[in-house]
Structures are given as structure tokens and as C-alpha cells.
């Protein structure tokens, strides 16, 4: 379909007209360019007289949150962000469109209007006031009619221009808070400087734990990007340097794994997928001994005795486990994908599993650094010959089971279709046959 601007009629269309569309695109402009996308959440903290900080989720606990601009800007809901400060008093003029903040502690005053990029700030005991230019204009929420103005705004009654400052992912990372869910932080301090973002596990209404739900079947490097993604810690780094570092020996199932220099992620597969309590900011040695702890109470001595009575090592059932929770989609076909496991390694054929190459390429290749193929041919099911050099997951029980107790067939193949069920036979066919 062809396009049309109307600068290509500019000729047929009259003066009085062109600055009508023209004002149209101005206050468009305005009110109208926001990315209010889900993950671009920021939250608040602020500070009382005392020094102590509270933290709050307005999306939560107002359904009014900040609002990013296109050009990046980030825009507060001025009413219910003064809320927050009992020394800051709001008030708002409906008729103007014009709304009035004061701070009753240091006497400061700042008056913003709709759709104007500047305020007016008013010094205390001052009934002059003077200009300041703002980064974007205030606005009307077309969301939830709120009075949006820039964050920088409030500084001009905070305890000093820098009063007001605004925390980036890395800078959330590194103290502990959630960015699963916030994407920055905006500290106000109406009684003084704002120098550094405190510890999350000094700030009211966040607490010193987190829960964290590992899904059956996540990657070591999906586990590791979530945990700081949660503030359990501040960088994946540390996590891979303890993993392959730390002497967890102390684990019987962590000291049976043998050593194998082709073997991407040592613990892949002993991070047992459940829901787990950690302090903010723990330890790296710590948080993989909670997951290796608990391995070891999910993992039975009746499931080391089935495993050895199938002639394997519980490393080598995690790793068939693992692939099972890779393959199927569902518990209901996990038995017979085990089966077709068992027998395609008892007559000598390579696995041939597709979730092998989507593991070496989606979680190895971007999380290790030098030869980034080094281990192709180790995971790879079309290239090795028998299983890989360790699991592809952390497999939760359902898989586990399979892997222990797979199903009596003579299945050697097996593919899905567009509706997600499975077909099993012992030759090969071609799925455009079976549609």
C-alpha cells in the first residue's frame, strides 16, 4: 500500500490549514510519545529525617507509575510521588492545569504547568519567582490522568539540586535489588544530598531475603542471570568463579562427578530446580551450597541404587534426565523419549537430539570466553557418539523418573507436530508423510 505525506499536496492545501496539522503534531508531540512497556519499571525510594530509606512500587501500589518517553525521558506522577514525602504538599489546579509543590521543612516552592518544559521555582521566604528549564514538558497522562512531569523536577525543593537522582540496572545489581521486575530506581531526599544508592537490604518495605522459583529444566546460565536478576548476587562472574573454583566435595553428588576437561559448566544438572530463600547480596559459595544441599536431599539412595541397577552413574542419569526435559514437552511423553534414549544408546546410534545444539548454542557458546566451539563436538548428539559430556539442564522429578524408569518399546525416532503431540516409531519416517 502506498503512502502519502501531506507535504506531496503541500500546493492544494491552504496556509490556515497546514498550521492547524501543525499544532496538532506539536501537542501530539507532548503527551503523545511514551513507551509505557511492560519491564520499564521504575521505582521509588525516598528518605526521612532520620536517614532511613523506603522503597516503593507505585505501579503496584497506586497503578500510577513513571513513564519513559521515546526520547528517554522519565516521567513521575508528581501527586502521588509527593505522597510519599509527608514534608512535600501538593496541590493541583484543574483549571490551569497548573499544579503547586512546596516543601514544608526548607520552605522551597515549585510551580509546573501542562505542556511547558519549564517550572517556576520559588527560593523560601521568596515571592518571586524564577524560570527553570525542564528536559521534557509536563503533560496529562492519557494512561491514568495523572500530572506527569520530569523526574529532575522535585529537585528544586529537595534539600539541594541534588536532591534527586536516578539508578540504572548495573547500579541496582551491584546493591542487591530486584531487576527482574525494575529497570532503575529514583531516589529523592527532600532533606538533603542524594550520594549513593543504599543497600536493598537496608531500605523498608524490600526486606533481607528473596524467593527465588528455578523452572524445571533452566540452564546453569539462565539460574546464574536470574539470581542476580533477583539480588540474591551482583554479577554472574562471581557465580561461574566459585562453580568452578569452590571445593564442594563436601557434597556427595557434587564429589562424584569425575573430572572431565570437555565438560562446559561442572554442576549442570545439580542445581535442582525448586523454590529457595536467599539473603540479598549472599555469598556465591553459599547460594550454590543451598542448591547442592537440597540436590542432595531430592536426589534418593533409592535413586543412586536404580541408577547403578541400569549400569549408570547418577551423573549419567541426570544427563538422560536432562535431555528428556529438553525433548518433551509434556510429563505424558517424557516415558516414551527415555525409552527412545535407551535404545538408541544400546544399538551404538548417536542421539541425534536437537536440544544438544540448542544448549551448546543458546547456553555455552555466549557465557564462556577463547574458542567459543571448544565444546561442539562434546554436547553435540549429531557429533558424539554417546551421551553428552554432562546435562544440558537442571531436569526437575518428572524427568528424573523418566530417566530411571523409561518405557518398554522398540521406538528409535520420534518428532512432534504443529499441535505438540508426539509420534514415536522404530524407523524412520518422514513427518510430511504422518501430516
Known amino acids: 500500500m502506498e503512502e502519502r505525506i501531506f507535504g506531496i499536496y503541500m500546493k ?22 511514551l513507551v509505557q512497556a511492560e519491564g520499564i519499571n521504575y521505582a521509588i525510594l525516598t528518605v526521612d529525617k532520620n536517614g ?3 522503597f516503593w512500587d507505585l505501579e503496584n501500589k497506586s497503578g500510577t507509575g513513571p513513564e519513559i518517553t521515546e526520547s528517554g525521558s522519565i516521567m513521575i506522577p508528581l501527586k502521588d510521588v509527593c505522597t510519599l514525602m509527608p514534608d512535600l504538599k501538593f496541590n493541583y489546579n484543574a483549571k490551569s492545569k497548573t499544579a503547586t509543590v512546596a ?70 545489581q551491584a546493591a542487591g535489588y530486584d531487576t527482574l521486575n525494575h529497570k ?26 528473596v524467593k527465588v522459583t528455578i523452572p524445571e529444566g533452566y540452564s546453569v546460565s539462565q539460574i546464574f542471570d536470574l539470581l542476580v536478576k533477583k ?16 571445593d564442594f566435595s563436601y557434597y556427595p553428588l557434587a564429589e562424584s562427578i569425575e573430572a572431565n576437561v570437555n565438560r562446559a559448566f561442572l554442576l549442570e544438572g545439580y542445581l535442582y530446580p525448586d523454590t529457595y530463600e536467599f539473603y540479598r547480596l549472599s555469598k556465591p559459595q553459599d547460594v550454590i551450597g543451598k542448591f547442592l544441599k537440597n540436590s542432595e536431599a531430592k536426589i534418593t539412595e533409592e535413586d543412586r541404587e536404580k541408577a547403578e541397577s541400569l ?38 546410534m548417536k542421539l541425534q537430539l536437537d536440544a544438544s545444539i540448542f544448549y551448546v548454542e543458546r547456553y555455552i557458546k555466549p557465557y564462556i ?67
Open 369 to 435: 570466553e577463547g574458542d567459543v566451539n571448544r565444546y561442539n563436538s562434546f554436547y553435540n548428539t549429531y557429533k558424539c557418539s554417546e551421551l553428552p559430556a554432562g546435562p544440558i539442564c537442571n531436569p526437575g522429578r518428572n524427568a528424573i523418573n523418566a530417566a530411571l524408569n523409561p518405557n518398554e518399546t522398540n521406538y528409535l525416532f520420534f518428532y512432534s507436530d504443529e499441535q505438540g503431540m508426539y509420534h514415536f516409531s522404530e524407523e524412520l519416517v518422514s513427518q510430511k508423510t504422518q501430516n
Open 311 to 348: 549400569g549408570f552413574s547418577i551423573d549419567q542419569i541426570l544427563t538422560i534426565a536432562s535431555l528428556i526435559e529438553k525433548e518433551a514437552g509434556k510429563k505424558q511423553w517424557m516415558g516414551d523419549i527415555s525409552s527412545v534414549i535407551y535404545n538408541r544408546l544400546n544399538k551404538g
Open 12 to 33: 492544494k492545501i491552504s496556509l490556515s490549514v497546514i498550521m492547524i496539522v501543525l499544532l496538532v503534531l506539536f501537542f501530539t508531540g507532548i503527551t503523545g510519545n
Open 184 to 209: 532503575g530506581i529514583i531516589l529523592y531526599n527532600p532533606y538533603g544530598e542524594v550520594s549513593a544508592l543504599p543497600l536493598a537490604s537496608k531500605v523498608s518495605n524490600l526486606g533481607r531475603t
Open 231 to 246: 539480588g540474591v548476587s551482583s554479577s554472574t562472574k562471581e557465580l561461574y568463579e566459585i562453580m568452578d573454583s569452590y
Open 52 to 54: 532511613a530509606y523506603t
Open 103 to 172: 516543601n514544608l521543612y526548607n520552605g522551597r516552592k515549585v510551580v509546573l504547568k501542562s505542556n511547558e518544559n519549564k517550572c517556576t521555582y520559588y527560593a523560601p521566604g521568596s515571592k518571586k519567582g524564577v524560570k527553570k528549564a525542564l528536559p521534557y514538558a509536563s503533560y496529562i497522562s492519557a494512561e491514568n490522568k495523572a500530572f506527569m512531569v520530569h523526574m529532575s523536577a522535585l529537585k528544586w525543593v529537595m534539600g539541594n539540586a541534588k536532591g534527586v537522582k536516578s539508578f540504572k540496572i548495573a547500579d541496582l
